[in-house]
């Protein structure tokens, strides 16, 4: 699961580069820019997550559940803003909100895997 959450950020960043180059040279790109920023942060989280599982400083199960959710949730929310963009319609209704309340929620299950991997 590891290697797959590694995989995934590597392409979360790649995209959200992909997205920033395009909020630079395009005209009226304000989601791009939001896009790429969530892409590259959640990208960088996941890393973390998945470094801090490996040193034991995360409960594996709900460090694995945040990691996860960071994928699912930044997908929604950059997937939906990029639709918007070039598609003139949304993924689905609510689908950047549910991405954004995902994220809120998997940086929360990242405080409840250090609590309770606290020794």
Do not use: C, E, N
Not at 1 to 28: E, N, S, Y
Not at 91 to 98: G, I, K, Q, W
């Amino acid at each position: 699961m590891a290697r797959l959450l590694i995989a995934l950020a590597g392409l979360m960043g790649a995209a959200g580069v992909a997205l920033a180059a395009a909020a630079a040279h395009g005209t009226d790109a304000v989601r791009l820019a939001s896009a790429s920023t969530m892409l590259l942060f959640h990208a960088t989280a996941i890393l973390a997550v998945v470094a801090l599982l490996a040193r034991g400083l995360l409960h594996g199960g709900t460090g694995l559940i945040a990691a996860s959710g960071f994928v699912i949730g930044t997908a929604l929310f950059a997937g939906d803003l990029t639709l918007r963009q070039y598609g003139g319609h949304a993924l689905f209704p609510m689908a950047a909100p549910s991405g954004g309340t995902l994220m809120i929620a998997s940086w929360l299950a990242v405080t409840l895997a250090a609590a309770v991997a606290w020794k």
